[in-house]
């Protein structure tokens, strides 16, 4: 069985009762989080991220972010889809 699924509606490209996902264009030197007490499974569609340790995730790359974790920096233009929990 599949879930039923919405229309896109701003940033929010896919959305059901297990889940949400979100488009973000994240601009070159700007940081991404989780908003408040989520976690999510962030992926990078395009450009690169850099982690607070100096990791670095390019296109192609998932990674969860646990909440309450450090910002992630735009070290280019770069396109991610963040998944989570609806509330």
Known sequence: IEPGMDQPNGPVIAQCEHFVVEERDVPSG???????DQFSILTVVSGQLTSKGGRQFRAGDFLLLPRGADA???SEDSKTL?????E
């Open 82 to 86: 963040r998944t989570f929990l609806p």
């Open 30 to 36: 700007a940081s991404i989080s989780n908003p408040g």
């Open 72 to 74: 992630l920096v735009a």
